[in-house]
């Protein structure tokens, strides 16, 4: 079918905060409120819980519109101190092939394994990182039919640092030979596993796109065309195409409890705070 240019926008469902776990009702006011199927082009959904997807409200709403793909991100660090109210890789991965099943083609679906983070726990003690886990995660994610992982080393934003000061750990921010030599190991695994591997915002690789209009427009199943025009404010090295973010950090701060997340994370100690529509879900 050729292919024809619309304004129709991509909804991102959102790089700010995990909106399919804890803000399910916020999401689906909106899409039904400003966002029914025939006035979007595509939704482009981020998340650590794809389960959330697979049962309602979302499953029912999400299926109306004509391409939803989806970023699953698996670390290896769910249920830690790091991720601390994020489940644990094994669960989310079983979830992929019925997320797969859902969304309509592996195509639709990627893994990020993202962040790598490196640590140390103690004064002049071993690095740690959740390197490790690449390629079990990896791997696993091919299994399922995913072809695609995306990857970046962890930033090292000044609060972030701060964060990890503030309970006892040293946030690593690897430089020059020792970056270069995780980013090349990060290229090995993901060729061992077979899968496809794109760098989200790493000057020493080439830029990517998480939104990626050329992507989508081959994607949707009646050939309409996305929007190429660069993403306004993101990071340096950044390739993503413009889309709309359905959260925002201020109302919708995220109690997954990431520690190494630059937005506005919630720790288990402090209670969700509503969203515009309502309150974060808590179960």
């Given at each position: 079918?050729?292919?024809?240019?619309?304004?129709?926008?991509?909804?991102s469902v959102s790089r700010r905060t995990d909106m399919v776990r804890w803000y399910p009702g916020d999401l689906v006011r909106t899409l039904e409120a400003r966002y029914p199927?025939?006035?979007?082009?595509?939704?482009?959904?981020?998340?650590?819980?794809?389960?959330?997807?697979?049962?309602?409200?979302?499953?029912?709403?999400?299926?109306?519109?004509?391409?939803?793909?989806?970023?699953?991100?698996?670390?290896?660090?769910?249920?830690?101190?790091?991720?601390?109210?994020?489940?644990?890789?094994?669960?989310?991965?079983?979830?992929?092939?019925?997320?797969?099943?859902?969304?309509?083609?592996?195509?639709?679906?990627?893994?990020?394994?993202?962040?790598?983070?490196?640590?140390?726990?103690?004064?002049?003690?071993?690095?740690?990182?959740?390197?490790?886990?690449?390629?079990?995660?990896?791997?696993?994610?091919?299994?399922?039919?995913?072809?695609?992982?995306?990857?970046s080393l962890a930033s090292a934003y000044s609060k972030v640092v701060r964060r990890f000061r503030e309970r006892g750990l040293e946030f690593v921010d690897p430089a020059g030979?020792?970056?270069?030599?995780?980013?090349?190991?990060?290229?090995?695994?993901?060729?061992?596993?077979?899968?496809?591997?794109?760098?989200?915002?790493?000057?020493?690789?080439?830029?990517?796109?998480?939104?990626?209009?050329?992507?989508?427009?081959?994607?949707?199943?009646?050939?309409?065309?996305?929007?190429?025009?660069?993403?306004?404010?993101?990071?340096?090295?950044?390739?993503?195409?413009?889309?709309?973010?359905?959260?925002?950090?201020?109302?919708?701060?995220?109690?997954?409890?990431?520690?190494?997340?630059?937005?506005?994370?919630?720790?288990?100690?402090?209670?969700?705070?509503?969203?515009?529509?309502?309150?974060?879900?808590?179960?």
């Amino acid at each position: 079918m050729p292919s024809r240019t619309t304004g129709l926008p991509v909804l991102s469902v959102s790089r700010r905060t995990d909106m399919v776990r804890w803000y399910p009702g916020d999401l689906v006011r909106t899409l039904e409120a400003r966002y029914p199927p025939d006035k979007v082009h595509s939704i482009v959904v981020v998340t650590k819980f794809p389960e959330a997807m697979l049962k309602e409200p979302l499953i029912s709403v999400l299926g109306r519109y004509d391409l939803v793909t989806a970023q699953v991100t698996i670390t290896g660090l769910g249920g830690t101190r790091f991720e601390p109210r994020v489940p644990p890789a094994e669960k989310t991965l079983r979830s992929l092939p019925r997320l797969i099943d859902l969304l309509g083609s592996p195509e639709r679906v990627s893994v990020r394994i993202d962040p790598i983070l490196h640590w140390r726990e103690e004064d002049d003690g071993p690095v740690r990182s959740n390197l490790g886990f690449f390629r079990e995660i990896a791997e696993e994610a091919r299994r399922s039919g995913v072809g695609l992982v995306k990857t970046s080393l962890a930033s090292a934003y000044s609060k972030v640092v701060r964060r990890f000061r503030e309970r006892g750990l040293e946030f690593v921010d690897p430089a020059g030979q020792q970056r270069e030599r995780a980013v090349a190991t990060l290229e090995k695994e993901a060729a061992a596993a077979g899968l496809s591997l794109e760098f989200c915002c790493e000057g020493t690789r080439p830029p990517r796109a998480c939104v990626d209009g050329r992507l989508l427009t081959r994607l949707h199943p009646l050939g309409l065309v996305a929007s190429r025009e660069q993403a306004a404010g993101q990071r340096a090295h950044c390739g993503c195409t413009r889309s709309i973010d359905l959260a925002w950090y201020s109302s919708h701060p995220c109690p997954s409890g990431c520690l190494y997340c630059y937005a506005n994370p919630l720790f288990p100690d402090a209670r969700p705070r509503p969203g515009p529509g309502g309150k974060a879900a808590d179960k």
